[in-house]
């Protein structure tokens, strides 16, 4: 699946030591704030961060509201994923 936006859910100093090219930040403590922005965005979206957890609870949060969404998981696989497609 071709994704639009890609979304890590790390903070923003787990963010500034490395993350995908053309992500955005938005910071799991951040999503509730954050949804009209969220919403907003290209779909459909992909989550990444440490080791999956968090994205894959702001994934639940975004399905629940009908955004269409995966879990990618650790951020080095979906930058792995991006760079070879």
Do not use: H
């Not at 990444?48 to 957890?53: H, K, L, R, V």
């Amino acid at each position: 699946m071709k994704y639009k936006t890609i979304i890590d859910v790390r903070t923003r100093e787990e963010y500034m030591g490395g993350n995908v090219a053309g992500s955005v930040n938005i910071p799991l403590n951040e999503f509730v704030d954050r949804i009209d922005e969220i919403k907003q965005m290209p779909q459909p979206i992909v989550l990444c961060c440490m080791s999956g957890a968090r994205s894959g609870q702001a994934t639940d949060y975004l399905k629940s509201l009908g955004i269409e969404c995966d879990n990618g998981g650790c951020w080095l696989d979906v930058n792995f994923m991006v760079k070879n497609n």
